[in-house]
């Protein structure tokens, strides 16, 4: 397993992990038992930062479309619990929208100089063919489905004859479609109260999680030709 296959697994099992951790130290660990039950406090004191508040996720939203590497989920659950449901979702989502768009734009300046070295040319190859198959239907099903890296899915994107406003649409409505969940739950952990709803709102993002540990699986569904591709990932490579 190659080091960006571990970084991939590590951020859906860490998103894991601390679901679990919020819910077993929910009582016994006093940092989350009094973020929690008194979230007003915690809201408070990151809200005191006044404008520099949504400013920071709006900037660390972007960051992370632009490098894959904090975990986004984690991220919109934190802007929901502090701003609510519906100011969570928007800074959320502004950020995702700015740093994917400045992907694209790369992408479509620098071209696959710049992809082979960052990203693996598998990947690109991958996500190229979902897009030349399914068009934009697959970029909005690989938007939904937030287990595939932001960065990759973008810059594939601006390699292709795709416009740019057809992409930050389809692109930006597919982030929100799993963003307005992890918002929502993030929302509901402020209220410091674990009815129904929070429940089943935990089990759908559970579920999300685990679904990222299968990605290979998940794109061997979207893409018809899987099996010749990851035999001849150069020579596809420079077709594009």
């Not at 991939?8 to 919020?22: D, E, G, M, P």
């Not at 660990?29 to 006044?50: E, H, K, W, Y």
């Not at 992890?182 to 685990?210: A, D, M, P």
């Amino acid at each position: 397993m190659t080091f960006k296959k571990r970084a991939h697994t590590l951020k859906y099992l860490l998103l894991l992990a601390l679901i679990i951790v919020i819910f077993l130290g929910f009582d016994k660990i006093p940092v989350i038992g009094t973020s929690l039950q008194n979230p007003a406090v915690l809201q408070r004191l990151i809200l005191d930062f006044g404008f520099w508040a949504p400013l920071g996720v709006v900037l660390i939203n972007l960051f992370q479309a632009i490098f894959s590497v904090i975990p986004s989920e984690i991220l919109t659950v934190v802007a929901g619990f502090i701003f609510g449901p519906i100011l969570g979702l928007t800074y959320s989502l502004i950020g995702a929208f700015l740093g994917s768009m400045v992907v694209f734009i790369a992408a479509r300046y620098y071209g696959k100089s710049l992809a082979s070295r960052f990203f693996e040319k598998k990947e690109i190859v991958h996500f190229n063919s979902i897009f030349r198959e399914k068009g934009m239907w697959g970029l909005f099903l690989v938007r939904v489905a937030p287990i595939f890296p932001d960065d990759v899915v973008s810059f594939t994107a601006g390699l292709t004859t795709m416009k740019l406003w057809m992409f930050n649409v389809v692109s930006t409505i597919g982030f929100a479609v799993t963003m307005v969940i992890y918002s929502v739950f993030g929302s509901e952990l402020s209220s410091g109260v674990f009815g129904g709803r929070i429940i089943v709102l935990t089990i759908i993002v559970v579920g999300i999680c685990l679904a990222g540990l299968f990605k290979n699986q998940i794109k061997k569904m979207l893409i018809k030709d899987w099996y010749r591709l990851e035999k001849e990932v150069e020579k596809e490579f420079k077709k594009i």
